[in-house]
Each structure stands twice: as structure tokens, then as C-alpha cells.
């Protein structure tokens, strides 16, 4: 085992930091939930259902993004103990990413009809997933035994970029192709299972 370079970065060290930006970024998705309904009078079931439906959704949808992508950055720091300036500076835009994740799911939560908000949150979940996918990339420029999880987080790319094109047309219809993001947890398991090539 090769001795780390003395001038390169303790993974470790950024994981405490990618806990407390993903916790923060997780909570403050439902901050301005509460303050979303204003009714006049006594709200009923379908009033609430027609203030809360689609903002759930988003929320539920931003908060297993940033889920998955959390256990997604942990694994791949688990793999990376040290890394060059490069890889802390991308590994700093992807938290960038997600502590801006609130922003676009208020403002998608809100509204989900209109396109240009549909296609900015389409490009938001995009560059969460080619940051990640770039950076599991380098993990496997690095070793070769993690072709798994690389191809596991090029999923959700291919997945968000046409569910961003979608948006910019029917923005109702993007938010479930979108949820077929997550396959890329099963893809990735099914390469873990399926047998080697014998060399």
C-alpha cells in the first residue's frame, strides 16, 4: 500500500462537514412548509390536499435525493481516505449543490406547473448527479473495483436529463420519471450480484 501524498487532504475530515451540510439541507426542506396554506376559514380534507399534495411530493422527492446521495458521498469517502486539492474543491461544489437544494424544491414545491421552474430544478438534480458521478469516477480511475457504484451514480444522470426535457413541456409529468432516479441503487446491486468473467 502506497504511503499518501503529505500534501493531500484527510477525507475524513471533510465527512464531518458533508454530515452537517446534508442534515441542514434535509431539514430546511419542510422549513416553509407550515408557512405555505392560508385559508380562509376552517380548512378541509380537500383543501388541504390541494395546498400540501404537491409540495409533499417535491419535498418527499428532495428528501430521498439528498438521502441517497448522502449514503452516496459517505461510501465514496469510506473509498477515497485521501484526496488531492481538485478532488476537495469538486467534492465542495457537490455540497454546494446540495445546500441549494432547498431553494429549488421551495421554489418547485410552489410551482410545479410552471415549466422554467420545473426545467431549473431538472437541472439542479442533474448537476447533484454528474457532480457525484464525476466524482465516483475518479474513485474508479483510482481502483478499478468500484465499477458498481460508478455505474450506479451515472443512472440518475441519464434519468434527470431526459425528465428535465419533459419539464420543459409537460413540468406535471417530469416529477415521476424523475422517482426512476433511485434505480440506480438496484442497477448497482445487480452488478455487485451478477458473477465475474472468468479472466
Same mark, same amino acid.
Given at each position: 500500500?502506497?504511503?499518501?501524498?503529505?500534501?493531500?487532504?484527510?477525507?475524513?475530515?471533510?465527512?464531518?462537514? *458533508?454530515?452537517?451540510?446534508?442534515?441542514?439541507?434535509?431539514?430546511?426542506?419542510?422549513? %416553509?412548509?407550515?408557512? !405555505?396554506?392560508?385559508?380562509?376559514?376552517?380548512? =378541509?380534507?380537500?383543501?388541504?390536499?390541494?395546498?400540501?399534495?404537491?409540495?409533499?411530493?417535491?419535498?418527499?422527492? *428532495?428528501?430521498?435525493?439528498? =438521502?441517497?446521495?448522502?449514503?452516496?458521498?459517505?461510501?465514496?469517502?469510506?473509498?477515497?481516505?485521501?484526496?488531492?486539492?481538485?478532488?476537495?474543491?469538486?467534492?465542495?461544489?457537490?455540497?454546494?449543490?446540495?445546500?441549494?437544494?432547498?431553494?429549488?424544491?421551495?421554489?418547485?414545491?410552489?410551482?410545479?406547473?410552471? *415549466?422554467?421552474?420545473?426545467?431549473?430544478?431538472?437541472?439542479?438534480?442533474? *448537476?447533484?448527479?454528474?457532480?457525484? !458521478?464525476?466524482?465516483?469516477?475518479?474513485?474508479?480511475? %483510482?481502483?478499478?473495483?468500484?465499477?458498481?457504484?460508478?455505474?450506479?451514480?451515472?443512472?440518475?444522470?441519464?434519468?434527470?436529463?431526459?425528465?428535465?426535457?419533459?419539464?420543459?413541456?409537460?413540468?406535471?409529468?417530469?416529477?415521476?420519471?424523475?422517482?426512476?432516479?433511485?434505480?440506480?441503487?438496484?442497477?448497482?446491486?445487480?452488478?455487485?450480484?451478477?458473477?465475474?468473467?472468468?479472466?
Amino acid at each position: 500500500m502506497t504511503e499518501p501524498n503529505p500534501d493531500d487532504f484527510e477525507m475524513r475530515r471533510l465527512e464531518s462537514l *458533508s454530515n452537517t451540510i446534508f442534515g441542514v439541507a434535509m431539514t430546511l426542506l419542510a422549513y %416553509d412548509l407550515p408557512k !405555505a396554506g392560508q385559508f380562509k376559514g376552517v380548512p =378541509g380534507w380537500t383543501d388541504l390536499y390541494q395546498l400540501y399534495a404537491a409540495r409533499l411530493s417535491g419535498l418527499v422527492l *428532495s428528501f430521498i435525493i439528498a =438521502g441517497v446521495f448522502w449514503f452516496s458521498h459517505h461510501s465514496r469517502l469510506v473509498r477515497q481516505p485521501y484526496g488531492s486539492r481538485n478532488v476537495v474543491i469538486i467534492n465542495l461544489l457537490f455540497l454546494l449543490s446540495i445546500i441549494l437544494l432547498p431553494v429549488t424544491n421551495g421554489l418547485y414545491s410552489s410551482y410545479n406547473q410552471s *415549466s422554467a421552474v420545473a426545467v431549473l430544478y431538472g437541472l439542479h438534480l442533474t *448537476s447533484i448527479a454528474s457532480l457525484n !458521478a464525476g466524482l465516483w469516477w475518479l474513485v474508479r480511475r %483510482d481502483d478499478q473495483q468500484h465499477h458498481p457504484a460508478f455505474v450506479g451514480a451515472v443512472v440518475p444522470v441519464l434519468v434527470f436529463l431526459p425528465g428535465t426535457l419533459v419539464a420543459m413541456f409537460a413540468p406535471q409529468y417530469a416529477l415521476y420519471l424523475w422517482f426512476l432516479a433511485f434505480g440506480g441503487l438496484f442497477v448497482r446491486r445487480f452488478i455487485q450480484m451478477s458473477p465475474t468473467d472468468p479472466d
